[in-house]
């Protein structure tokens, strides 16, 4: 069978460099969340890799393919819910209990792009969302009034793939839209509310609506930044009504270029008022998305106009900078501004890369 020490061994190893989440993996195995899972890890048939190379490895045994299937869960939830390290061993620990759990002991390869992974997928977004799911039908009550714009009908949910994919989008939302409320959101929307309280019990009525008026806060977050979940319009979730204000919105709009134009020359970043990133054309270039951008005035090189600065450092405050000039954009909508777009350029600018910007910001012109 099994044991912690033999996960622990093998992530000593130099080959296990393939692993990016090696941190998490240890802490959540040195921690005994992942016991029940690791006992479950029988030896069998061996996995081939097609083209590819793990563990300097063209095939995985059992306990290779659950670290692989594990760091590949995390990189995900991280991807979509945009969390650093620092969130990434806490949200471990309460998806892992999810029943759905057991997609990581499962032998199909999940990089090989095909019905594999999506299979993985659909799990992955139901380990983040089960308890999630259970939590929004008894809370339900409370926030009905902040979906009336959205095609998410709380009174249908149930335990269909499409409401684990209605609620998987909404949790995306909430996590965008809360980016300094992530632990109000971890403690009391995804930890499993059932066991705080008694049923048939006068303490229960008094624990629900201070519960009640925690979740409203978060929902109001997500209702006053309702541009911001231009993937719900994506999913086909979002329903185009004047009083959305969305078709207009000059900040939408310019999320969803950038999200279907690209540059193989020019990294885009949106950021919100507070200067959180939000959207990135290349993920890869910049680790962590829950970075925020501080503009230092000294830095400014060039001040074209009014919204419209170069700087030559990019700087971030965990401490990072980005030694390349950038170019920074005011996304203003009704007069005020709602957020800020930045191109970092390439060192010899040309007539193509300034057609990409004015592309981005719905400007006409070479």
């Not at 992530?11 to 393939?18: A, D, P, W």
């Not at 990019?314 to 390349?324: P, V």
């Not at 040309?350 to 592309?359: G, L, M, S, T, V």
Request: proline share 1%.
């Amino acid at each position: 069978m099994t044991t912690r020490n033999d996960i622990l061994q093998l992530l000593r190893t130099k080959n296990s460099n393939c692993i990016e989440n090696k941190r998490v993996i240890v802490e959540l195995v040195k921690n005994g969340d992942i016991d029940k899972l690791i006992s479950k890890i029988m030896d069998g048939k061996l996995v081939k890799l097609i083209n590819f190379k793990l563990f300097e490895k063209k095939h995985l045994n059992c306990i290779e393919q659950f670290v692989v299937n594990l760091d590949a869960f995390i990189s995900y939830y991280s991807e979509q819910l945009l969390v650093g390290e620092s969130y990434q061993y806490v949200l471990a620990s309460i998806f892992l209990k999810s029943k759905y759990s057991h997609v990581l002991l499962s032998k199909r390869f999940i990089y090989d792009g095909g019905d594999n992974q999506q299979y993985y997928y659909s799990n992955f977004k139901k380990m983040m969302t089960e308890q999630f799911l259970r939590n929004l039908m008894i809370m339900r009550i409370y926030i009905y009034k902040y979906l009336k714009n959205t095609n998410i009908y709380l009174e249908r949910l149930n335990y269909s793939d499409k409401s684990y994919n209605l609620v998987f989008e909404l949790l995306v939302s909430l996590f965008l839209t809360n980016r300094s409320n992530l632990l109000v959101i971890i403690s009391n929307m995804l930890m499993n509310i059932r066991k705080n309280y008694i049923f048939n019990n006068k303490q229960n009525d008094e624990y629900l609506r201070n519960l009640g008026i925690i979740w409203q806060s978060v929902f109001e977050n997500f209702q006053d930044k309702f541009y911001y979940v231009y993937h719900l319009n994506s999913m086909k979730y979002l329903k185009y009504v004047k009083e959305n204000n969305i078709v207009n919105n000059n900040f939408y709009n310019i999320l969803l270029r950038v999200k279907s134009v690209s540059s193989d020359r020019i990294q885009t970043m949106v950021v919100d008022t507070m200067k959180n990133i939000i959207s990135e054309t290349n993920p890869l270039y910049i680790k962590s998305l829950t970075k925020r951008i501080i503009i230092n005035y000294y830095d400014i090189k060039v001040c074209e106009e009014k919204g419209n600065v170069i700087l030559s450092t990019l700087c971030f405050d965990d401490g990072t900078s980005l030694e390349r000039r950038s170019l920074m954009y005011s996304i203003c909508n009704n007069g005020y501004v709602a957020g800020y777009i930045l191109f970092i350029l390439p060192n010899n600018f040309n007539k193509e890369d300034r057609r990409y910007i004015n592309i981005i910001l719905g400007e006409v012109g070479n």
